[in-house]
């Protein structure tokens, strides 16, 4: 399985850098919705949708939620930075209630899991990851940026994975998601360290406060967003969100972690950006 999971994950991250770096910032963001989409599909079942018209349905509303933000906030246009970050606020304060749930769960089921609030939640989230990296591609050093952002989520997710499976002992989230221990939390820490050692040898003119701030407080909200969808799908019955991606599952379980540090990235890098 970790073979199968390191190869899936490599092949992933060339496709990643070579597209992000060849390609114009909006030709990427453009390429993102493709994506996005094949999350949203898998989102349909995690909602409850099952009639392939009632997916098609919601997957064209998702569509039209990007159309309608990426003209809003300008990304093929002239960037309206300050919009994106007053709507990428507003998301942090969203899953800093999401965060609730995960504390109150399973009683807070009922406050999520209905049919109409799940299809709301997915238009929401997966629409303002879009415009979260959209944004950030958008501004100087942008791809290098979202690179950066891409890197705290996997090694949050690589530090949690191999710690766990090491010295996994206390769990973390017991209710929500057996696997994950605190153990595997403290890798995951590690390696963010770590990470903030190498970029204050690399741009020496960092602020330290503020690239920890950065690096620890994105790392932190991967974690939200991954145990986020863990809920969902215990809650669903089921261990993956698909089987798209061997070793790995499905787009969504690449994208949990993404969905909440994106736009805790983008805010901080706008308010107070260590570069």
Known sequence: MFKLRLI?????????AFT???????VFASLIVLVVLLAGWEWT?????????????YLIILLLSMVIASYFIGIHGEFNQQLSYQICLVIVVLWAIIFLWLQGYPSSAILWSPQLIMCLLGLILLTSTWLALASIVSLEN???????????????DLGGYMAGKLFGRHKLAPTISPGKTWEGF???IILEI???????????????????????SVSLCSVIGDLFESMLKRHRGVKDSSSLLPGHGGVLDRLDGVMAALPIFFVILIKASPF
């Open 8 to 16: 899936t994950a490599t092949i992933l991250a060339v496709l990643f």
């Open 194 to 216: 770590l990470l903030i050692l190498l970029l204050k040898i690399i741009v020496p003119n960092a602020d330290w406060f503020k690239l920890v701030f950065l690096v620890i």
């Open 142 to 156: 942008g791809q290098w940026m979202l690179a950066l952002a891409i890197t705290i989520v996997v090694l949050a």
């Open 20 to 26: 992000l770096m060849l390609l114009s910032p909006e």
């Open 186 to 188: 403290m890798g995951a």
């Open 45 to 57: 079942d995690l909602a409850g949708i099952n009639a392939k018209l009632g997916k098609l349905a």
